[in-house]
């Protein structure tokens, strides 16, 4: 069946779409690549004024006459008011939500520290390693002729990593919905995001220095002072890395110690390069040994430790998420009227790979 107007947009589309692993977005796309949704409410070859592609959601909403920014963006009751409207609320709260995760521009971001996510059927996952003393002997040897080739096995960890829950409530009252205005519930919602987002990273940094459970912590360098480092510590760091088969990109501390970092005479002094002048102009942190540094946010795992981390994200965790779980409860937030805004997720990190990340100490 073609949809050919809004009122046959159903909210049984966000459990179709969870069951693909999609977000409403993505299975609204879907529909109009198959040419499901009638052209004259989408249009694939939609662009904008800049010449990107404007997605499925997007010329819905604004085939509601749903406008949610600038000057003439309208308040809740656009989408409460009408029934045809109410099924894209949760999506647009979903949106606002996953475009607002990252954090100010020097933060540690999710980004950094996992290199993929994976979504699975269930609450526990068990991700796949060298098998236990293969790793320090990967590089290839001279093999005779006739001989057996050695072989490597992959192997799955010891220990499941567990999913858990998080979420919280975003409650309004159904007058405060109808009179609010679509950039206010955004601000506030991105505010929820962000501090999620916030969650996320110490959570994952956790996993990155201390293990999931499968006696793979991150190993350690020493440093050559016990009161602070010097730029032969980050080159030791960096060393210790690439003889243990990892390029770090990311260098991370608590505000004690990256401000220090950043506070060395390489970037700060009258005779420092062109690009510690522009750190000093700009505040744009420059990179270190191309290991770029990222603040690591006040309750993280890093906080008070007098260490710093070196993190390959290319090899970095692996971000778990249940993909039954939803974002929003998007039937009950049609049907209570919006008042109370349920997010939530079920997230779990593993470690295939234990050189990702090292820490240097004060010695």
Excluded: C
Aim: zero cysteines; aromatic letters at 6%; proline letters at 3%.
């Amino acid at each position: 069946m073609t949809i050919k107007k809004l009122s046959q947009l159903e909210k049984g589309m966000y459990d179709d779409a969870a069951k693909k692993g999609l977000s409403l977005t993505q299975f609204l796309d879907e529909l109009t690549r198959k040419g499901e949704i009638d052209g004259d409410l989408v249009k694939p070859e939609a662009r904008n004024g800049r010449g990107e592609r404007v997605d499925s959601f997007k010329q819905l909403l604004a085939a509601a006459g749903i406008r949610t920014k600038g000057e003439f963006a309208q308040t809740g009751d656009a989408f409460l008011s009408d029934p045809n409207n109410r099924v894209l609320f949760p999506e647009f709260v979903n949106r606002t939500y996953r475009d607002a995760e990252t954090d100010a521009l020097n933060a540690l971001q999710i980004s950094d520290v996992v290199a993929y996510r994976v979504g699975i059927d269930g609450s526990a996952y068990r991700t796949g390693v060298i098998a236990a003393g293969q790793e320090k002997d990967l590089e290839f040897g001279r093999v005779a002729q006739g001989a057996e080739l050695p072989v490597y096995s992959i192997v799955l960890s010891e220990q499941a990593v567990n999913l858990y829950k998080y979420g919280g409530v975003l409650k309004m009252s159904y007058e405060a919905v109808r009179r609010a205005t679509l950039p206010m519930v955004t601000r506030y919602v991105q505010k929820i995001a962000r501090a999620q987002g916030r969650r996320r990273v110490k959570q994952a940094l956790g996993v990155g220095m201390n293990g999931d459970g499968n006696l793979n912590p991150a190993p350690a360098s020493a440093a050559s002072s016990s009161t602070a480092f010097a730029l032969v510590d980050l080159i030791r760091l960096q060393m210790d890395g690439i003889n243990n088969g990892a390029q770090f990109n990311i260098i991370t501390g608590d505000t004690a110690e990256l401000s220090a970092v950043l506070a060395l005479d390489v970037f700060v002094s009258p005779t420092a390069t062109s690009r510690g002048a522009d750190f000093r102009d700009t505040g744009e942190w420059p990179t270190i040994l191309g290991m770029h540094p990222r603040l690591a946010l006040v309750g993280s795992p890093l906080e008070g430790s007098k260490k710093l981390l070196g993190i390959e994200t290319g090899q970095g965790l692996e971000e778990i998420y249940e993909t039954g779980s939803q974002l929003t409860e998007s039937d009950k937030l049609i049907d209570t009227q919006f008042e109370r805004i349920a997010i939530s997720e079920n997230l779990g990190y593993s470690k295939p790979d234990v050189q990702a990340f090292r820490t240097i100490a004060h010695a």
